[in-house]
């Protein structure tokens, strides 16, 4: 009889692949095996030739719904003679790149069982089949199997043996297999570490957090702190001992009716809350319905539904009620996930614990996703989605590592046309934050089993992750990339694009190419180049990162810059600190310039009078968002396009003008207009703005593709309207719908970016220097 040896590329292993092979060869009687191999999931089959074509088919049309098929390749083999089909042993090695499933929320058939008081894992915290689990948080090593993970200390009982041999169970081949007489048992501890004997841990938690306690809560890929979200003390407390003051708590709850009466939920962003990825979702919310100290002046809440067992018994003991659901940590620190380690860092944040004794191999923070326009809108790409393969446009010819920035840090690597991009890392400030990026690493790598020939970072020489490239060094090329190109490439990659086009990228901060802070950028580009076609004009930035925390600074330099006044606004800071200011402006010290676009929305925001000083990341910006969003447009400021002097080449960029619009701005300010017109204005000033240069750049290049990137492209009001916008006047549109725009995304530019210089001809006389730096060109 014909035999087939079958290659099946892809996340094909933890998701149950070997099991389906097993049951589709055993349904249609062909004999031979299945097994890991590598990365990939080998089969050899054989039979009469219509069952093997019949099992070709159905082995894609019908594959486990975790699985995500890249390729299918076999060749023929001689008969063996095999009688039956079996799962052989994994075979560790091999040169196909490696996929692993993220880990994904308890399914459907899992939760009746959770909940069935005739079921033998009836309210087992920690149950999980090949459909859901853990996968990537427990994983130590690959190929998939349980003597590489973190399950491999609990021995299966007979019952859980049974199922796991037994080709018709669901938990056929399921490596973290465990039920309440073999595997992972509940505890609940004092903030001391001392055991509490509640023989209900469940029920006790509940209780307990009702009183008005705060919990840490071991999940999948860390602690949670937890606390009822309706309770104005309880909050607070947490908010005083994380020393977080401002910055939105998640929340999650029971399921969709609470959801939806805590807030309004679209169809869109039901079917967010519900997917196996289970991420924070942006709602807006409804008054009252939690404390307003879970996301002070804020219209959003960010809210989850139970992805593991144990929240799943939780939310039911505590029936209609939400819970803060927020990282384990103090402000900017790594989530907690090792029990000694969480003992020690949260017993001064939590009143006790509810944890477990199933070790968390690698730790990863919840995702953040938000609906604009119907289409999803990533904040923070971590569990659920993490380590999921982005396919991408260029071929890597060689291991790329792409090394991301400072802020919201995730790193990528490359090997083909993959790029596997890391979980959540935060932000590199912090030396617990780097250690655990540079512990990520190694670990993505051995996991993966690549070992980079090219490491790509950020053209900012102070970042750490560019500290991290030039501590590796020495015989691995280094190539650094300007952040907007790499912003740029981003989007470009994850739509599978291979063109120039236009790039509107928006943002805070960027290292540019000529040493000043980027920001408000309009480029002419792809993965091999870019020029820089226009630009916010540049206005200093006194007292450099004080001017991020202080936006009041952006906005008297940009009076400044405008030769404008503004009393009101100048009234409400010291006069002191107004001095000092203007003195740096005049004298040129420690007054970088910039283009940001993000330091604008700052200026506008303290000019209005919505907030002279943040407490967290954008928060100026945001709350000149939400001001504007239920605002009727009602016009919009003036803005000038200087022109470079003819016949200069290379052609230097259009200098965007936003005295005029300052100059608008203070004049509202100064008549009393309201603040809300005022943001609603100042929108509508930025999407006239970005259709008018596009509009420019387009007759001098052809070029009717526009990407749009960059943090500021989280706010829903610019996204939402300036799509449309430039889609009415014959743009074809693309933004970030796979990896967030902001610098969480980075890495996947830096990554495709390399790929493609890498490819060059010249690729070998540029990598025996051992840097490049990709400036304008």
Same mark, same amino acid.
Request: aromatic letters at 6%.
């Given at each position: 009889?014909?035999?087939?040896?079958?290659?099946?590329?892809?996340?094909?292993?933890?998701?149950?692949?070997?099991?389906?092979?097993?049951?589709?060869?055993?349904?249609?009687?062909?004999?031979?095996?299945?097994?890991?191999?590598?990365?990939?999931?080998?089969?050899?089959?054989?039979?009469?030739?219509?069952?093997?074509?019949?099992?070709?088919?159905?082995?894609?049309?019908?594959?486990?719904?975790?699985?995500?098929?890249?390729?299918?390749?076999?060749?023929?083999?001689?008969?063996?003679?095999?009688?039956?089909?079996?799962?052989?042993?994994?075979?560790?090695?091999?040169?196909?790149?490696?996929?692993?499933?993220?880990?994904?929320?308890?399914?459907?058939?899992?939760?009746?069982?959770?909940?069935?008081?005739?079921?033998?894992?009836?309210?087992? /915290?920690?149950?999980?089949?090949?459909?859901?689990?853990?996968?990537?948080?427990?994983?130590?090593?690959?190929?998939?199997?349980?003597?590489?993970?973190?399950?491999?200390?609990?021995?299966?009982?007979?019952?859980?043996?049974?199922?796991?041999?037994?080709?018709?169970?669901?938990?056929?081949?399921?490596?973290?297999?465990?039920?309440?007489?073999?595997?992972?048992?509940?505890?609940?501890?004092? /903030? &001391?570490?001392?055991?509490?004997?509640?023989?209900?841990?469940?029920?006790?938690?509940?209780?307990?957090?009702?009183?008005?306690?705060?919990?840490?809560?071991? $999940?999948?890929?860390?602690?949670?702190?937890?606390?009822?979200?309706?309770?104005?003390?309880?909050?607070?407390?947490?908010?005083?001992?994380?020393?977080?003051?401002?910055?939105?708590?998640?929340?999650?709850?029971?399921?969709?009716?609470?959801?939806?009466?805590?807030?309004?939920?679209?169809? %869109?962003?039901?079917?967010?809350?519900?997917?196996?990825?289970?991420?924070?979702?942006?709602?807006?919310?409804?008054?009252?319905?939690?404390?307003?100290?879970?996301?002070?002046?804020?219209?959003?809440?960010?809210?989850?539904?139970?992805?593991?067992?144990?929240?799943?018994?939780?939310?039911?003991?505590?029936?209609?009620?939400?819970?803060?659901?927020?990282?384990?940590?103090?402000?900017?620190?790594?989530?907690?996930?090792?029990?000694?380690?969480?003992?020690?860092?949260?017993?001064?944040?939590?009143?006790?614990?509810?944890?477990?004794?199933?070790?968390?191999?690698?730790?990863?923070?919840?995702?953040?996703?938000? &609906?604009?326009?119907?289409?999803?809108?990533?904040?923070?790409?971590?569990?659920?989605?993490?380590?999921?393969?982005?396919?991408?446009?260029?071929?890597?010819?060689?291991?790329?590592?792409?090394?991301?920035?400072?802020?919201?840090?995730?790193? /990528?690597?490359?090997?083909?046309?993959?790029?596997?991009?890391?979980?959540?890392? $935060?932000?590199?400030?912090?030396?617990?934050?780097?250690?655990?990026?540079?512990? &990520?690493?190694?670990?993505?790598?051995?996991?993966?089993?690549?070992?980079?020939?090219?490491?790509?970072?950020?053209?900012?020489?102070?970042?750490?992750?560019?500290?991290?490239?030039?501590?590796?060094?020495?015989?691995?090329?280094?190539?650094?990339?300007?952040?907007?190109?790499?912003?740029?490439?981003?989007?470009?990659?994850?739509?599978?694009?291979?063109?120039?086009?236009?790039?509107?990228?928006?943002?805070?901060?960027?290292?540019?190419?000529? $040493?000043?802070?980027?920001?408000?950028?309009?480029?002419?580009?792809?993965?091999?180049?870019?020029?820089?076609?226009?630009?916010?004009?540049?206005?200093?930035?006194?007292?450099?990162?004080?001017?991020?925390?202080?936006?009041?600074?952006?906005?008297?330099?940009?009076?400044?810059?405008?030769?404008?006044?503004?009393?009101?606004?100048?009234?409400?800071?010291?006069?002191?600190?107004?001095?000092?200011?203007?003195?740096?402006?005049?004298?040129?010290?420690?007054?970088?310039?910039?283009? &940001?676009?993000?330091?604008?929305?700052?200026?506008?925001?303290?000019?209005?009078?919505?907030?002279?000083?943040?407490?967290?990341?954008?928060?100026?910006?945001?709350?000149?968002?939400?001001?504007?969003?239920?605002?009727?447009?009602?016009?919009?400021?003036?803005?000038?396009?200087?022109?470079?002097?003819?016949?200069?080449?290379?052609?230097?960029?259009?200098?965007?003008?936003?005295?005029?619009?300052?100059?608008?701005?203070?004049?509202?300010?100064?008549?009393?207009?309201?603040?809300?017109?005022?943001?609603?204005?100042?929108?509508?000033?930025?999407?006239?703005?970005?259709?008018?240069?596009?509009?420019?750049?387009?007759?001098?290049? $052809?070029?009717?593709?526009?990407?749009?990137?960059?943090?500021?492209?989280?706010?829903?009001?610019?996204?939402?309207?300036?799509?449309?916008?430039?889609?009415?006047?014959?743009?074809?549109?693309?933004? %970030?719908?796979?990896?967030?725009?902001?610098?969480?995304?980075?890495?996947?530019?830096?990554?495709?970016?390399?790929?493609?210089?890498?490819?060059?001809?010249?690729?070998?006389?540029? /990598?025996?220097?051992?840097?490049?730096?990709?400036?304008?060109?």
């Amino acid at each position: 009889m014909p035999r087939r040896v079958i290659t099946v590329c892809g996340v094909v292993q933890g998701v149950g692949f070997r099991p389906f092979a097993h049951e589709l060869a055993s349904r249609l009687r062909l004999a031979g095996f299945v097994r890991n191999q590598g990365g990939n999931v080998v089969i050899e089959v054989e039979g009469q030739a219509p069952a093997l074509d019949r099992f070709m088919v159905e082995l894609s049309r019908q594959a486990p719904p975790l699985a995500r098929i890249e390729n299918v390749r076999w060749l023929p083999k001689a008969e063996q003679g095999d009688r039956r089909f079996t799962i052989e042993p994994s075979i560790v090695g091999g040169f196909e790149p490696v996929s692993i499933s993220p880990d994904i929320a308890t399914c459907v058939r899992c939760l009746a069982e959770l909940v069935d008081p005739s079921d033998r894992r009836f309210c087992y /915290a920690l149950l999980n089949c090949t459909h859901c689990g853990p996968r990537l948080t427990i994983i130590t090593a690959a190929p998939y199997d349980r003597a590489r993970t973190t399950m491999a200390a609990f021995a299966m009982c007979p019952a859980c043996r049974f199922e796991y041999e037994d080709p018709a169970n669901r938990r056929f081949h399921a490596q973290p297999i465990a039920c309440a007489e073999c595997g992972p048992q509940l505890a609940v501890l004092d /903030a &001391s570490g001392t055991l509490i004997d509640t023989g209900q841990p469940v029920k006790f938690t509940a209780s307990v957090l009702l009183s008005g306690k705060i919990a840490a809560l071991k $999940g999948l890929g860390g602690y949670h702190l937890a606390c009822d979200a309706r309770s104005s003390p309880a909050v607070g407390e947490l908010r005083r001992r994380k020393s977080r003051d401002a910055k939105p708590f998640a929340i999650m709850v029971r399921d969709l009716a609470v959801a939806r009466r805590i807030c309004d939920v679209s169809a %869109h962003e039901e079917e967010l809350l519900g997917a196996a990825a289970r991420p924070i979702v942006l709602l807006r919310r409804r008054p009252g319905a939690v404390a307003e100290e879970v996301a002070p002046l804020n219209p959003y809440l960010g809210v989850m539904l139970p992805y593991a067992p144990l929240h799943h018994l939780l939310l039911t003991a505590v029936g209609d009620v939400p819970l803060v659901m927020t990282s384990g940590n103090s402000s900017d620190e790594p989530i907690a996930y090792d029990d000694r380690d969480a003992l020690e860092r949260l017993q001064t944040l939590a009143d006790f614990f509810l944890t477990h004794n199933r070790p968390i191999h690698l730790p990863c923070d919840d995702s953040v996703v938000r &609906s604009i326009a119907g289409r999803t809108s990533p904040i923070r790409r971590s569990r659920g989605y993490a380590p999921l393969p982005i396919s991408i446009p260029v071929r890597c010819p060689r291991p790329i590592l792409a090394l991301g920035g400072q802020l919201k840090a995730t790193f /990528a690597l490359g090997r083909d046309h993959q790029a596997i991009l890391s979980h959540h890392l $935060g932000d590199l400030d912090d030396y617990a934050a780097f250690r655990a990026y540079g512990d &990520s690493v190694a670990h993505y790598q051995r996991l993966f089993a690549t070992e980079p020939e090219l490491i790509v970072h950020d053209l900012h020489p102070d970042y750490a992750s560019t500290r991290y490239a030039q501590k590796r060094g020495g015989s691995v090329a280094r190539l650094a990339v300007q952040h907007h190109h790499a912003h740029l490439a981003s989007c470009l990659a994850e739509h599978g694009l291979n063109e120039s086009v236009i790039g509107v990228i928006f943002d805070g901060t960027g290292f540019g190419a000529d $040493g000043a802070v980027w920001g408000g950028e309009f480029l002419v580009g792809d993965y091999c180049g870019y020029r820089r076609a226009a630009h916010l004009r540049y206005v200093p930035m006194p007292g450099g990162d004080q001017a991020i925390r202080e936006p009041w600074r952006m906005a008297l330099a940009h009076l400044i810059d405008a030769g404008v006044e503004c009393d009101p606004f100048t009234r409400n800071i010291p006069p002191r600190a107004v001095d000092t200011v203007r003195s740096l402006i005049a004298k040129r010290f420690n007054t970088q310039p910039t283009s &940001s676009a993000g330091r604008l929305f700052d200026a506008v925001a303290a000019l209005a009078g919505t907030r002279s000083r943040v407490e967290y990341e954008g928060q100026a910006a945001m709350e000149l968002e939400w001001l504007a969003t239920d605002v009727e447009p009602d016009g919009s400021y003036s803005f000038h396009l200087l022109e470079p002097t003819a016949g200069r080449a290379p052609r230097p960029p259009v200098e965007v003008d936003t005295r005029p619009l300052i100059a608008g701005v203070a004049d509202d300010v100064r008549r009393g207009r309201a603040p809300a017109s005022i943001a609603r204005r100042f929108h509508s000033t930025v999407v006239e703005m970005i259709v008018h240069v596009c509009g420019r750049i387009r007759e001098q290049t $052809g070029l009717d593709a526009v990407a749009l990137s960059g943090g500021v492209f989280m706010n829903a009001l610019l996204l939402s309207e300036i799509v449309p916008r430039l889609e009415q006047v014959g743009f074809r549109v693309y933004r %970030h719908e796979q990896v967030p725009p902001n610098d969480g995304g980075l890495c996947l530019g830096q990554l495709v970016i390399a790929a493609a210089h890498a490819s060059r001809d010249n690729a070998p006389a540029a /990598a025996a220097s051992g840097f490049s730096a990709l400036g304008d060109s």
